[in-house]
């Protein structure tokens, strides 16, 4: 399960290649295009993008599945309130409920949407690893005056990889709780109120030691979030260029 | 009745481009009241056998049986305890005797056969029955240990399971540990320990079976792994080796101190050797 948490598949594509802060700059814009999209021609456009995206960088297509499929029971809930109470042309109708033509459309556009937002993070996440993610976002934000506010990027970023560090290690935890209560019969269905406890006391108990540890081992080998560097080495290449005016290009059209 | 299984295979991720195979056609069976060490290096499967005994997971392939029941019963849970590794980390109650009767409890015990269930089995783990209203957390590792074994004994099992029972623990609690074990062991307990710490259970066990790669390696008594298997060994049986190569003459198959202390005296007996000096 580690693994197919973030799951970022190594490789060496176009995708792969592009500065990671470059990757979050065009996250950020197809997802402007993507919560402005309103008709079909739009969506299509975006499915053209993302499918070219996906078939020239070689990615496996389980990797998109598995990214929106937790959420499909939220998308469901999402398509039938759209269909259920937007007003317009009846296309079906059985005793009180009717189903518009509209209520169809709208339901299926908003729930795309959606759809694309996860997709698209997919694709930063299956070719950027995390810690190339958090040392972008990093970089990115070091122009912003944050340091008035007594906040730094760099800890706003070692924050980031530090709880994305600590968010399988909870899953593996939780695991081995659940076999072990589950081995003295614990039943969930039963009785939800000791499931709780049983399993959260100690998670919470274990992760706050942890989290401990891990301080002490930073504490002991002298962090300090001041004049470090990345292991990362951000390099701005012809690729970025190009995909930078592509995205400049595109933004002029979209204010035209 | 035993645990039987017959060409159990297991993999990780299954169909996916992670998959891993952790078992791979493993037949074993074992006896009631046997002691039984499980013993193999990291990743051979191990962990994921012995879920298999109180089905926390059930065979992709093969079948597994516990005292004639299958895999897939709840029941599984009461005849097969599993004690974790790291148990003191499932510690949750306000007190001891909330912990220990977890178990039992969720099989439907109540009341006064509940109370008994608990002291018993804090009885039979040598703790003093006044610590059941105590908070777990107050107690030292050693102790912690001792609770989640009484929880588990509280069910009653016809065979307690260890994952690395002495991993990370003191010498003192590693020794009333293995005591305990005996004493269970003795009052008809079956015993099955996975562990790679062989040197102190070898003299336990009555059975050791050693897994390589998710297959069964070797399955039989400590005497003839000692001559079948070449490693992992005790370092006692190593010792005795090394003392062979070095032109001694004693007895190979040794896994505890004072056998090996008995022989090494009768080997310098024999060569006329003064002990005093």
Redesign the interface.
Same mark, same amino acid.
């Given at each position: 399960m580690n *693994?197919?948490f973030l799951s970022f598949v190594p490789g060496s594509s176009l995708l792969h290649r592009l500065d990671p802060r470059t990757k979050i700059i065009g996250l950020m814009l197809s997802s402007i295009c993507i919560l402005e999209a309103s008709s079909f021609v739009e969506i299509v456009l975006l499915t053209f993008v993302f499918l070219s995206l996906v078939i020239s960088c070689k990615l $496996?297509a389980?990797h998109f599945v598995r990214s929106v499929r937790p959420m499909l029971f939220f998308f469901a809930i999402l398509f039938i309130t759209q269909l259920l109470f937007t007003e317009g042309n009846t296309i079906y109708r059985f005793k009180w409920i009717s189903l518009s033509y509209e209520g169809l459309l709208l339901g299926s556009i908003i729930t795309l949407r959606f759809i694309f937002l996860l997709l698209f993070a997919a694709l930063l996440t299956a070719t950027t690893s995390a810690s190339r993610i958090t040392t972008g976002i990093e970089r990115l934000l070091r122009p912003l005056p944050l340091r008035y506010m007594g906040i730094s990027s760099h800890d706003l970023a070692m924050m980031m990889s530090l709880s994305i560090y600590f968010v399988p290690l909870l899953y593996d *935890?939780f695991r /081995?709780?659940k076999?072990?209560? #589950? /081995?003295?019969?614990? *039943?969930i269905k039963k009785?939800p109120v000791?499931a709780i #406890? /049983?399993?959260s006391? $100690?998670l919470v *108990? /274990?992760s706050l030691r942890r989290v401990e540890e891990v301080a002490l081992a930073m504490e002991s080998r002298c962090y300090t979030s001041l004049g470090r560097t990345s292991i990362h080495v951000m390099e701005v290449k012809k690729l970025d260029y190009l995909f930078f005016f592509l995205y400049s290009i595109f933004f002029i059209f979209y204010i035209l | 009745m035993s645990i039987d299984l017959r060409n159990v295979s297991f993999w990780y991720n299954r169909g996916t481009s992670l998959e891993k195979q952790a078992l791979n056609n493993v037949n074993l069976s074992i006896e009631k009241a046997e002691f039984v060490l499980i013993t193999g290096e990291v990743g051979s499967g191990k962990s994921t056998l012995i879920r298999h005994f109180n089905g926390l997971l059930s065979p992709q392939s093969g079948s597994v049986t516990v005292s004639g029941i299958g895999s897939t019963s709840k029941d599984l849970r009461l005849i097969a305890g599993l004690l974790m590794q790291y148990p003191q980390k499932q510690l949750f109650g306000r007190t001891v005797f909330e912990d220990v009767s977890f178990g039992p409890s969720n099989f439907g015990l109540k009341g006064e056969a509940l109370d008994k269930r608990v002291s018993d089995a804090l009885y039979l783990l040598g703790l003093d029955s006044d610590i059941s209203g105590l908070s777990p957390f107050a107690l030292s590792g050693g102790q912690m240990r001792l609770v989640v074994l009484a929880g588990v004994m509280a069910m009653k099992p016809e065979y307690l399971v260890l994952d690395e029972p002495t991993s990370g623990i003191d010498p003192q609690n590693r020794s009333s540990l293995l005591s305990t074990l005996k004493k269970l062991h003795r009052s008809g307990i079956s015993i099955i320990v996975v562990s790679h710490q062989i040197c102190e259970l070898l003299p336990l066990a009555e059975k050791v079976i050693l897994l390589k790669n998710g297959k069964v390696a070797f399955a039989g008594t400590p005497k003839e792994y000692l001559k079948s298997v070449s490693s992992p060994l005790p370092e006692i049986t190593l010792l005795m080796k090394e003392l062979n190569l070095a032109g001694f003459n004693v007895n190979e198959d040794i896994f505890s101190v004072d056998d090996a202390f008995r022989e090494i005296r009768n080997e310098l007996e024999e060569k006329g050797v003064n002990q005093d000096e």
């Open positions: *693994n197919l $496996p389980m *935890n /081995s709780l076999e072990a209560q #589950f /081995s003295r019969g614990l *039943n009785t000791k #406890f /049983s399993l006391v $100690p *108990n /274990s | -």
